[in-house]
């Protein structure tokens, strides 16, 4: 069956969380052979060269010079951070990254093993004084995580190496991750998740979640409270057995700790919510199982499809209406999608080397269409958070600025303000402008002076150029104004820098969906788009005047790469996934009986 498509009926879901039904099996596209490794770089520390396989080609990370004059250059002309700011902020790339880790399962379990951590292994390492002048830092909790279940730690290698209270606490680590009581998980990885508000009666999705890190904290929401819940619900059965005359012993449990909504929507204290864990790679499928099995979740179901095209699930009718068709509709949706990776670079040191800029420029319509697929499939009232681990704005504020216009605007869906979540984290707020810089090194300001570009001399380098990837209008840094006098607050989406909590580079966008909405196709422009003044459109200019086009050329120009991003919207036939949207629409327009029967079904 190697290279073959198979179609095949898969129940996905057997028994409805939401009350006591059956759900109808999903048809899914699995594609065997090849499909694993056709898949971009997602940015998660597992990029490898095209020539990695081969014996003695893997590269030894000291010897990767850690500068790139052209990546260099053109964040330092974006300004995202201060000219005071840089040194520091290219120091903290070019340094290691602290190990990080976090307590797993449910809260009082992970809070018995950090118990054990603080009271064990952290005095037994806080002894070691110093090790050649150097004051020796025992791991510390991470100020803004809740209830001090995430744990960082510094220290090098060689003094690792040398001391026996850390070779103790590297066997503590090894044994409690094998159990899943821990889990090895990059600091700023574990910010979208807080962020999403999940209660334990919610259904969720996680659209791009191997290899499941991100999914594990979803699962662990999903069940967060059920012991109290269970508690309650067996002292109360306890009460009630007695008061019948029958004997039975009260279960010790606070009842104050389980909310109303809680008690309502549990099964005897059980969560009723439900986590769809997807990707896209049939490999990292399989990882992602790996990851999740150790929590031994009855609420969780793992997918593998494109999540550009994800499908939509239908359930059984209700007892009022038999004749209305009803799709399930997520609560909450993570999207932490495929990207270049570059705020990855210090646990990644080849970025250094292989940063170009048409990583950027290749990912871009596929992270707008996962992004466009979520609002979707989201319940009016539902959050998606959007993350990346790129610095890039083309794969951040551009992808949120272009699907909140295609999706109806910000009156239809709102950018959540999180300033007020997690006050500890230090973060800046999103770009309001940025520009675009091509394959062959050059930076446009605005896609206007790209269509003059190509007029006058063509297209060269400008392939992948789209007027999505650039700001809605001339704005000012704190917001870009919209159609309508609509004002579209990209200041509230979040950015993480290296230097700021020696942490990685990251993005956060939280959305919120007000009403229901029909997206604009791809092929049409932006509506009313405001455009500068002629006399105000720059000419492009070079990165750098000691990077030479036929340099950049040659840095782009790698057969892999074709092969690894997906192609270019202007030759959408050789790549079928262009069209993914389309296809979600196709599949959606099939069902337009039920739709008509069903005014809140969503239309893409």
């Not at 995202?80 to 399962?105: H, K, M, Y």
């Not at 991750?177 to 999940?198: A, C, W």
């Not at 005047?545 to 840095?555: D, G, L, S």
Request: proline share 7%; with cysteine; glycine share 6%.
């Amino acid at each position: 069956m190697n290279q073959t498509t198979v179609r095949s009926t898969l129940p996905l879901i057997r028994a409805c969380p939401f009350g006591n039904c059956w759900t109808a099996p999903v048809k899914l596209t699995r594609v065997m052979g090849k499909r694993g490794g056709k898949r971009p770089h997602r940015g998660r520390g597992s990029h490898r060269g095209r020539d990695s396989h081969r014996p003695g080609a893997r590269a030894d990370y000291a010897e990767i010079s850690k500068h790139n004059n052209l990546f260099e250059n053109y964040y330092n002309g974006l300004g995202i951070v201060d000219e005071d700011e840089r040194t520091d902020f290219w120091a903290a790339l070019r340094r290691e990254l602290p190990n990080s880790f976090r307590f797993t399962g449910s809260r009082s379990h992970a809070l018995a093993v950090r118990e054990r951590l603080e009271d064990h292994h952290i005095p037994e390492i806080t002894k070691i004084d110093h090790f050649d002048g150097e004051k020796v830092e025992p791991p510390f909790p991470i100020p803004w995580y809740p209830d001090r279940l995430a744990w960082a730690m510094t220290t090098p290698k060689k003094i690792v190496r040398r001391y026996a209270p850390f070779a103790t606490f590297q066997k503590f680590l090894v044994a409690e991750t094998s159990v899943g009581n821990i889990s090895r998980q990059e600091t700023v990885s574990m910010i979208p998740p807080l962020l999403m508000d999940i209660k334990p009666y919610m259904a969720v999705l996680d659209l791009c979640a191997a290899p499941g890190s991100k999914a594990a904290q979803l699962i662990e929401m999903v069940h967060a409270g059920e012991e109290a819940r269970v508690r309650a619900r067996q002292s109360r059965m306890a009460d009630e057995l007695r008061e019948a005359g029958a004997t039975a012993e009260p279960v010790a449990g606070r009842e104050d700790e389980v909310s109303a909504q809680d008690e309502e929507t549990a099964d005897d204290g059980r969560s009723t919510g439900l986590l769809i864990a997807n990707d896209a790679d049939y490999r990292r499928s399989h990882m992602l199982i790996h990851q999740m099995k150790r929590l031994n979740s009855p609420n969780l179901i793992v997918t593998n499809h494109d999540a550009t095209m994800y499908p939509l699930m239908r359930l059984p009718a209700g007892a009022a209406d038999r004749n209305r068709t009803r799709y399930l509709k997520f609560d909450r949706i993570l999207a932490d999608v495929p990207c270049s990776g570059d705020g990855t670079v210090r646990k990644n040191p080849n970025v250094w080397r292989d940063w170009n800029p048409g990583l950027s420029l290749g990912l871009h319509q596929t992270q707008v269409r996962i992004l466009t697929r979520a609002l979707q499939m989201l319940k009016v009232g539902g959050r998606v958070v959007y993350s990346t681990c790129s610095m890039n704005p083309i794969e951040n504020e551009a992808v949120v600025a272009s699907v909140v216009d295609r999706c109806g605007g910000p009156s239809k869906i709102k950018i959540v303000d999180c300033a007020g979540e997690l006050p500890l984290l230090k973060r800046r707020p999103g770009l309001g402008r940025w520009q675009v810089i091509d394959k062959l090194g050059r930076v446009w300001s605005s896609w206007e002076t790209v269509e003059q570009q190509r007029g006058a001399a063509g297209s060269e380098g400008l392939s992948r150029l789209s007027e999505s990837m650039f700001p809605p209008s001339e704005a000012s840094d704190a917001a870009v104004v919209v159609e309508n006098d609509d004002r579209m607050p990209l200041e509230r989406c979040m950015r993480i820098y290296a230097h700021m909590q020696d942490t990685g580079a990251f993005f956060i966008a939280v959305l919120e969906k007000l009403s229901e909405f029909k997206a604009r196709p791809e092929s049409e422009p932006r509506k009313n788009r405001t455009r500068p003044p002629a006399a105000a459109l720059s000419t492009a200019t070079a990165v750098t005047a000691t990077t030479t086009t036929a340099a950049v050329e040659a840095a782009t120009a790698d057969p892999a790469l074709e092969s690894v991003l997906p192609l270019s919207t202007e030759h959408p036939q050789e790549h079928p996934q262009d069209q993914a949207p389309e296809h979600a629409q196709a599949q959606d327009q099939a069902q337009d009986q039920a739709q008509e029967q069903d005014p809140n079904l969503m239309q893409p």
